[in-house]
């Protein structure tokens, strides 16, 4: 489907599409035809990914990797993050689970850090803390050919957490698309 959506959008709202969409993987346990490979992990099996790391080193040499169930609420159980290669128990539960609840492989990036100033509870004084920003677009339908952007939920944690989740210490942020 790359060549189709390369040609349909153009070069340039291609490559822009590319930046925003993470590379993702639906665990699919049909066998694909033998002189074909999953296209990104070049493999032609899961039971490679699961059990050779040769296989996955580039995958996970700059990013770790998630494997998550679509939908799957954030903070929840159904995130792992693997940091060298996914665990053969994981990946078998994704497969048998296939079609009737199926997982998705996709890159794992630890969101940048930033600065955040909050009122802190227990002190009742505004402090600062260096944090990770996971970014949730909320999106309102209008009718069925407009759909807007009705705003954004920033999430921070502290920087010594591996992924963004519900937490205790999050401090969460209303933020909107400025009209400029």
């Known amino acids: 489907m790359q060549e189709f959506w390369r040609r349909e959008l153009g070069e340039r709202h291609w490559l822009a599409l590319r930046r925003l969409i993470p590379r993702t993987w639906v665990l699919d346990p049909a066998p694909i035809p033998h002189h074909a490979v999953i296209p990104g992990l070049e493999i032609q099996d899961w039971n490679e990914l699961k059990n050779s790391a040769k296989n996955n080193v580039n995958l996970?040499?700059?990013?770790?990797?998630?494997?998550?169930?679509?939908?799957?609420?954030?903070?929840?159980?159904?995130?792992?993050?693997?940091?060298?290669?996914?665990?053969?128990?994981?990946?078998?539960?994704?497969?048998?689970?296939?079609?009737?609840?199926?997982?998705?492989?996709?890159?794992?990036?630890?969101?940048k850090l930033y600065n955040q100033?909050?009122?802190?509870?227990?002190?009742?004084?505004?402090?600062?803390?260096?944090?990770?920003?996971?970014?949730?677009?909320?999106?309102?339908?209008?009718?069925?050919?407009?759909?807007?952007?009705?705003?954004v939920l920033a999430t921070i944690v502290p920087a010594d957490k591996k992924i963004v989740h519900g937490m205790r210490d999050g401090v969460l942020v209303p933020a909107a698309v400025s009209p400029d």
Do not use: W
Request: aromatic content about 10%; glycine content about 10%.
């Open 117 to 151: 100033r909050f009122l802190n509870p227990t002190t009742g004084l505004i402090e600062s803390m260096r944090g990770r920003v996971r970014l949730c677009p909320y999106y309102f339908v209008v009718s069925e050919h407009d759909i807007r952007l009705g705003g």
């Open 60 to 111: 996970c040499s700059r990013s770790a990797v998630s494997l998550k169930k679509p939908g799957a609420v954030v903070g929840s159980l159904s995130v792992p993050i693997f940091r060298t290669r996914p665990g053969p128990i994981v990946i078998d539960e994704a497969l048998r689970s296939f079609p009737r609840n199926p997982y998705i492989l996709q890159r794992f990036h630890k969101g």
